[in-house]
């Protein structure tokens, strides 16, 4: 059976901090910045964001709608990579009910690897991320940390060797790990498929995430432990990421291929895998049929298509 959660706001919710400026250009949009190429010293944009599920009989055709429109991204092999993640949390998991409750600021903060974690060391450079939602915008900011050093800021919460212009990142790290007391919570991997506008549509970017699997312990990114896949294999989590509003070539796609907008969190997928929370409305069962969507209704806002808006709100009433 799923729930439907409700918590109060904890009390110790303080006020959003002050927004770096993220606005992105041509050469500033996630696929330029991505963590296989070298990133300016802090890298920060914003976003909308809106999420789908995918049955596997469904990829061939859309897949072929995707190349034909769209470039694939040039990082990877041919567009395809690993992203491997370690999330942060309290005691309480108080990040994960901000983001189940849909509060209008909530953030995250991770330790990301792209590419093949067989390979990780002390050495290789992950991102220190803080991730984060204001109203309709998604917001994230990163800096390219040796994989040792990112370990010694947030697990041992020490301060690190930094440029001038991440010192103001690195101590709100800091801020966080100490002040909420951060521990590391739940690890997720996938392999990426990507793809980025041209044209009309530059800085529009859809990712296919697929094979979702993650673990609860052994926090280690390189650690030979096993993990579990958190979303049906039969299922891939695509999604569209637009400076401004997705074009309506993209909505109408997904409304052909009767995919339905869903509010997946991959984190808070982990955590109710693995029993660390109730399973939410947001939970995707483990049956591969896909589950009735549970969509935040500024997600849909952000559709050029009235159709889908429509759809998207009409869930979130029923």
């Keep these: 059976m799923r729930l439907r959660l409700g918590r109060k706001k904890p009390p110790d919710q303080v006020e959003p901090p002050a927004i770096e400026d993220g606005s992105t250009s041509a050469d ?4 330029a910045g991505h963590a296989l190429r070298a990133p300016s010293a802090l890298h920060a944009f914003n976003r909308y964001e809106i999420k789908y599920l995918v049955p596997s009989v469904k990829l061939p055709e859309l897949r072929r709608e995707l190349q034909a429109r769209l470039d694939d991204d040039d990082n990877g092999v ?3 990579y690993g992203v491997w993640s ?13 983001k189940i409750e849909g509060l209008r600021f ?7 690897h792209y590419g093949d974690r067989s390979t990780v060391g002390d050495d290789t450079t992950v991102y220190v991320e803080i991730k984060q939602r204001v109203n309709r915008v998604t917001q994230k900011r990163r800096i390219a940390l040796p994989y040792g050093q990112a370990r010694e800021l947030c697990d041992l919460r020490r301060q690190i060797d930094h440029l001038p212009a991440q010192a ?16 590391p919570t739940a690890t997720t991997g996938y392999q990426r498929e990507a793809y980025v506008g041209r044209d009309a ?3 529009l970017r859809v990712t296919l995430d697929h094979r979702v699997r993650g673990r609860d312990r052994d926090f280690d990114l390189a650690a030979d432990s096993e993990n579990r896949l958190i979303i049906p294999a039969s299922l891939s989590v695509l999604e569209f990421k637009a ?21 997946v969190s991959k984190y808070c997928q982990s955590i109710e895998a693995f ?9 995707i069962p483990d049956d591969p049929a896909i589950p009735d969507a549970a969509v935040d209704p500024d997600d849909a806002a952000i559709s050029d298509d009235p159709a889908v808006a429509s759809a998207a709100a009409a869930t979130v009433k029923a």
């Excluded at 400076?243 to 509010?263: F, G, K, M, Q």
């Design 243 to 263: 400076n401004d509003r997705v074009p309506y070539w993209l909505t109408d796609l997904a409304a052909a291929l009767d995919l339905s907008i869903v509010r």
């Design 201 to 203: 549509d530059l800085g």
């Design 168 to 183: 103001g990142f690195v101590n709100e790290v800091l801020g966080l790990v100490s002040g909420f007391d951060l521990r």
């Design 86 to 98: 370690v999330y942060y949390d309290t005691r309480h998991l108080r990040f994960y009910w901000e």
């Design 28 to 31: 500033d949009n996630d696929h």
């Design 275 to 283: 029993g660390q929370a109730p399973r939410s409305i947001f939970h």
């Design 106 to 112: 909530r953030r995250k903060l991770r330790i990301r």
């Design 78 to 80: 041919g567009g395809s």
